[in-house]
């Protein structure tokens, strides 16, 4: 064995050693961590080289609308950037989307592998999760729609460098609290739980200075106009509007949605007073729907005035606070960001962990324990997109909040964020953290997975990731 190799064995590995405290090696392995199992392949080497990027966002409201909709509240989007650097690319998409289905992930990342050179591993598919759209499983002019702002943003690539920076905002609160007369869990703000207001900011600028892009991050459910059964963009649309409008029309601004599966906006009290009045309403014809939901504003009376003063005003809240949010990235991107890079490699991998999974056997939205019986495995996919130092965890699942906050802890990297409901959709319902099990939440009861496994499952196989493109 050479000197030479020997001098940057040990660099590699003094490195590692001072990144995590501890030693991991970034080969070959298979871990079983609390009832998950995955595997990992060794990966191929990463160059820094020059960074080109380009961005580009396309229309996708549907036409004609669904029946359930009654109208468009605002236009909803498919919005890209993708990077290149050293010969390798990779996109990052933010659709405004309840959810992505794994089918329209698949079809989307193949035809971008094959026709744009951008490897599926190298590619971030996030839903907004605004609950004012249609749910598409399969559709291909959904997909064509989709498609068309990656190989828009690949045209436009340019010489570029990128920063990364960090703010606060205020506008989530756990949404999971102890009703004050039936003592039990239920849905309201909860100042005092598990909550965090970091908003994680990439800028992607030319070598001037002049912006192309913004990546943003932050955790928070898009549920601000849900009742109204408009088409909605709902407070992620509202944001990266008003930042592209701030910055210039051809500046687009993708939000990835974080760990959001216990976060509702702040300010929330028009959904909670719209949905005792569908309480009442329902209850007058004989049916009960105190411990149930039905979707959207289904059974609303909105010839009641008190009604359509509320959906007014949640009209309104989205637009207040998707200005906040945004106000927040632009004050990152003027004030927060370090210094920008030119250079910067990028890597991708991903891979599945799988936990025990459960069927629940009653029904009930909150407050009383669930009864489940086993059942086959849950399936959760895992990304991990790396550009320079920059690090985005993926994970195809609503997840709570502390999840993420324990993978940025443990990351070996400052520059870590979350992003959820990311290339595909895993049957698992919401993914709880392993202490919210003794919670009667409506997310926890409805869970497939069994308490004890997905949070390290998630947290270590993301950090597993990091090591092996390293």
């Not at 409201?61 to 989007?77: A, C, H, K, M």
């Not at 009045?277 to 411990?291: F, L, P, Q, V």
Request: proline share 5%; charged share 20%; hydrophobic share 40%.
């Amino acid at each position: 064995m050479s000197k030479q190799f020997m001098n940057r064995s040990l660099v590699a590995a003094a490195q590692k050693l001072l990144a995590r405290l501890g030693v991991r090696f970034a080969a070959a392995r298979v871990l079983a961590i609390a009832g998950a199992s995955v595997c990992l392949a060794a990966p191929m080497a990463a160059h820094a080289g020059p960074l080109s990027v380009g961005a580009a966002k396309v229309d996708i409201t549907p036409s004609p609308l669904p029946d359930n909709f009654r109208g468009v509240l605002d236009p909803i989007y498919a919005r890209a950037i993708v990077v290149e650097s050293d010969g390798t690319r990779a996109a990052m998409i933010t659709i405004d989307a309840g959810g992505v289905s794994t089918d329209i992930w698949k079809e989307v990342s193949s035809r971008a592998a094959n026709e744009l050179n951008i490897p599926v591993d190298q590619m971030m598919l996030t839903a907004t999760h605004t609950h004012s759209v249609p749910y598409v499983r399969e559709n291909a002019a959904y997909v064509e729609l989709i498609y068309q702002s990656v190989k828009d943003a690949a045209a436009a690539l340019q010489p570029a460098r990128m920063a990364y920076g960090t703010g606060v905002s205020y506008i989530n609160v756990n949404r999971n609290i102890i009703d004050p007369e039936t003592r039990r869990w239920w849905e309201g703000p909860n100042y005092d739980g598990p909550t965090d207001k970091t908003v994680a900011v990439v800028r992607f600028e030319t070598p001037t200075g002049e912006p192309i892009a913004v990546y943003y991050n932050y955790g928070v459910h898009a549920v601000l106009t849900g009742n109204l059964d408009l088409i909605s963009g709902d407070l992620p649309g509202a944001t990266s509007t008003y930042i592209e409008e701030s910055l210039g029309a051809d500046v687009v601004a993708v939000y990835s949605n974080g760990a959001a599966g216990d976060q509702n906006p702040i300010y929330f009290q028009q959904t909670y007073d719209l949905r005792a009045i569908r309480i009442d309403d329902y209850a007058a014809r004989g049916e009960d729907i105190s411990n149930a939901m039905p979707p959207g504003g289904k059974g609303m009376d909105r010839s009641n005035p008190k009604v359509a003063k509320l959906m007014e005003q949640q009209k309104q809240m989205k637009l207040s606070m998707g200005q906040m949010l945004g106000e927040e990235v632009l004050h990152v991107m003027r004030r927060s960001l370090e210094r920008p890079v030119s250079d910067a490699s990028i890597r991708g991998m991903r891979k599945t962990v799988s936990c025990p999974g459960r069927v629940r056997l009653d029904k009930g939205r909150a407050g009383y324990a669930g009864q489940y019986e086993d059942a086959d495995p849950v399936d959760i996919q895992l990304s991990l997109l790396k550009i320079g130092d920059t690090v985005i965890g993926g994970v195809n699942g609503e997840v709570f909040t502390t999840i993420a906050q324990r993978f940025k802890q443990e990351s070996p990297y400052k520059h870590t964020m979350m992003t959820t409901l990311t290339n595909g959709s895993a049957r698992s319902g919401y993914i709880p953290n392993d202490a919210a099990y003794g919670q009667y939440t409506f997310e926890v009861i409805s869970s497939r997975l069994k308490p004890g496994c997905a949070e390290t499952a998630i947290v270590e196989g993301l950090v597993e990731l990091i090591d092996a493109v390293e």
